[in-house]
């Protein structure tokens, strides 16, 4: 994925400890090595259910973003997304169930909120089109890597948790991301100094956020 010569794998290697932190956080490495908390990954779960029904609407302010472009070619690619969320949904009912985990009666833990807070700030029609498809990018990017690397030669993942791992570290999902980078990179290419800053903002924002969601899912912060 890096190493193209775009703006996006540029900054993935300006930003490579922070990248990293997010994406071979101690949780993923947990999963990978087979010494994952099962109270850590069943708390992950009913946290991540709940950030990706906020995930929706974020996507769907992209989406309007999208549309409201003179070109409006990326619109499929957002939409395929949007569609995969819904099998997302259901996917994340079914594994609750498998592992007990009722949630209805969850409530979203404060690094959760905090990351739901910042997605909700795209319904603002201020923020671009540029900023919103590169921080969709990064965020999906980040889940991409971690699980890939679960699924990796020489795992231990437990034989229970490797559903979880495929559907984000699957070959799939991996050119989907790409094809998200690709987005990226154009619009950014095309955007002024202000907002390609603003992009850049937003990516180290989200690995922030990402570190904080499993950071969250390991210790009940
Ligand atoms: C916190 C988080 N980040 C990313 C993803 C991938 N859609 C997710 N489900 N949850």
Same mark, same amino acid.
């Given at each position: 994925?890096?190493?193209?010569?775009?703006?996006?794998?540029?900054?993935?290697a300006?930003?490579?400890?922070?990248?990293?932190?997010?994406?071979?956080?101690? *949780?993923?490495?947990s999963?990978?090595?087979?010494?994952?908390?099962?109270?850590? *990954?069943?708390r992950?779960?009913?946290?991540?259910?709940? &950030?990706v029904?906020? +995930?929706?609407? &974020?996507?769907?302010?992209?989406?309007?973003?999208?549309?409201?472009?003179?070109?409006s070619?990326?619109?499929?690619?957002?939409?395929?997304?949007l569609a995969?969320?819904?099998?997302?949904?259901?996917?994340?009912?079914?594994?609750?169930?498998?592992?007990?985990?009722?949630l209805?009666?969850?409530?979203?833990?404060?690094?959760?909120?905090?990351?739901?807070? &910042?997605?909700?700030? *795209?319904?603002?029609?201020?923020i671009?089109?540029?900023?919103?498809?590169?921080? +969709?990018?990064?965020?999906?990017?980040?889940?991409?890597?971690? +699980?890939?690397?679960?699924?990796?030669?020489?795992?231990?993942t437990?034989?229970?948790?490797?559903?979880?791992?495929?559907?984000?570290?699957?070959?799939? *999902?991996?050119?989907?991301?790409?094809?998200?980078?690709?987005?990226?990179?154009?619009?950014?290419?095309n955007?002024?100094?202000d907002?390609?800053?603003?992009?850049?903002?937003?990516?180290l924002?989200?690995?922030?956020?990402?570190?904080? +969601?499993?950071?969250?899912?390991?210790?009940?912060?």
């Amino acid at each position: 994925m890096e190493g193209d010569g775009g703006t996006a794998a540029a900054w993935m290697a300006t930003h490579r400890g922070m990248y990293e932190r997010a994406t071979r956080h101690p *949780f993923t490495v947990s999963i990978r090595d087979g010494s994952v908390d099962l109270a850590a *990954f069943k708390r992950w779960l009913g946290q991540d259910y709940m &950030f990706v029904r906020e +995930f929706v609407a &974020f996507l769907a302010s992209v989406l309007l973003k999208c549309c409201k472009q003179s070109d409006s070619s990326d619109m499929e690619t957002i939409l395929g997304g949007l569609a995969s969320l819904s099998d997302e949904l259901s996917w994340f009912k079914k594994e609750a169930a498998k592992w007990s985990v009722d949630l209805a009666g969850i409530s979203p833990l404060s690094s959760n909120m905090e990351y739901c807070r &910042f997605l909700q700030s *795209f319904d603002d029609p201020e923020i671009s089109y540029t900023v919103a498809i590169t921080t +969709f990018w990064i965020i999906e990017t980040v889940y991409q890597d971690s +699980f890939a690397s679960c699924i990796e030669e020489g795992n231990k993942t437990p034989a229970e948790l490797l559903g979880t791992c495929q559907r984000w570290g699957s070959p799939e *999902f991996k050119q989907y991301c790409q094809s998200l980078q690709r987005i990226a990179d154009r619009c950014l290419a095309n955007a002024p100094p202000d907002v390609v800053k603003n992009a850049e903002e937003a990516f180290l924002r989200v690995l922030e956020l990402e570190i904080g +969601f499993w950071d969250m899912s390991s210790s009940q912060s």
